[in-house]
């Protein structure tokens, strides 16, 4: 196993620019760690604890009534003033992903993404900047390509869950 020299600033400067990239990447939402009504079932105390690796949490939306955030690593009911949920709340959820769990396509974008911020902090050579940032494009067209791939998306959107497109059907509208 390799290990950094974190007491070298270049390394250290690099590795926590690649760590908060990876971070802002994955908080976009995508097909790999974006879940949609994910259940939260309420502890012995009747609080949702949040896992650490959740970017973002948001009920799903049959619970427009409730607006709720993250606060002490618990969900907090901003209308009832409260840590108390008494049933299941299903979220919609964006995971934050170890680097072996994300998808080739994120990692390199991830990495071409980190590059070019780490030479503009570190080099300073407009030159390798430009060419980095075009690297960067690439990479992200790679990983939207990936993401339009992976998510079955239509032009037709579909509701929540369903991935398929159900044309319009006349003997729907004769049958009554």
Known sequence: MTTLDQT??????AYSTLTQVS?????????FNLELDYEFTPDTNNEILIPNNVLQIDPAPEY????VVRRSGKLYDKVKHSYTFTEVLRCDVK????????PTPI???ILARAATIVSSRIV???TQFQMLGQKEAYNRAMALEYECNQGDYTY?????GIKSYK???????LYR
Do not use: K, T
């Open 23 to 31: 971070q802002e990447v994955q908080a976009e939402g995508w097909s």
């Open 167 to 173: 044309s319009y059907q006349p003997f729907h509208a």
């Open 95 to 102: 995971w934050l992903f170890d680097w072996v769990d994300i």
């Open 64 to 67: 427009f009534e409730l607006d």
């Open 107 to 109: 990692q390199d974008y």
């Open 8 to 13: 070298n600033p270049d390394v250290a400067i």
């Open 124 to 126: 300073g050579d407009s």
């Open 156 to 160: 037709f959107g579909h509701p929540r």
